[in-house]
């Protein structure tokens, strides 16, 4: 069983990884969430992929947050 996610907060947007199964609080804002794997009426996913080892949790998480951050200033440099 996949214990490890990678998640993104609701609150903030923020990217970082959990070993919670139902709930997890973000260690950016702090605030406490479900962790939902589908769509539900509205309700956006946040779990974007799971692991059975830590570390590589870990790296995944840091490759999304580079991509995420350098398509962020890639677009802020063409406006």
């Known amino acids: 069983m ?3 996610k990678v998640i993104r907060c609701k609150s903030c947007g923020k990217i970082s990884t959990t070993s919670a199964s139902v709930t997890f ?3 950016y804002c702090n ?3 479900k ?3 589908e769509r539900e009426e509205g309700i ?3 779990l974007i992929q799971s692991f059975e080892n830590p570390v590589e949790a ?3 998480c840091t490759i999304i947050k580079e991509k995420i951050e350098g398509e962020a200033t890639f677009t802020s440099f063409n406006e």
């Open 2 to 4: 996949k214990k490890n």
């Open 25 to 27: 609080k973000c260690s």
């Open 31 to 33: 605030k406490s969430e």
């Open 35 to 37: 962790i939902f794997k």
């Open 44 to 46: 956006a996913v946040n």
């Open 58 to 60: 870990s790296k995944f």
